[in-house]
């Protein structure tokens, strides 16, 4: 499952990182990386809905990492109203989150039928 998170937030920042791309790769990422992602898990005693649930609670968690040491640094260099950084940090995690095991149950159905 570990290596499956992280091939998919491996897509999300390269789909974030590429010019003109981004526009789209920002808010799909999270779906197109958990899709892929997915793949590489190898746990086939569970069912695709209870795979997809963990997928998407482990990449929430990584994407909490991620948000609350940028958010830090934003909190502590910058004049932004830390009320809003944590707030986004919230927003973000549970969208990233939801929409990459999205992603993955989509790809977990697909493989199925």
């Known amino acids: 499952m570990v290596k499956g998170v992280f091939i998919g937030f491996g897509v999300i ?3 974030a990182l590429i010019p003109i ?18 793949t ?9 809905g209870r795979k997809a649930l963990v997928f998407g609670i482990w990449t ?3 994407m909490f990492v991620v948000l609350a040491v940028s958010a830090t640094f934003a909190t502590i260099y910058s004049g932004v ?7 986004g940090v919230w927003v973000f995690t549970f969208y990233y989150g939801s929409m990459a095991g999205l ?4 790809a977990e159905l697909k ?3």
């Open 21 to 38: 791309v981004h526009f789209a790769g920002i808010p799909f990422g999270p779906f197109i990386g958990g899709y892929y992602g997915i």
């Open 60 to 62: 929430g968690i990584l």
């Open 13 to 15: 920042v390269i789909l």
């Open 103 to 106: 992603g993955a149950w989509y």
């Open 40 to 48: 590489a898990v190898t746990d086939s005693q569970s069912s695709s």
């Open 81 to 87: 109203m830390p009320l809003l950084l944590w707030g």
């Open 111 to 113: 493989a199925k039928g």
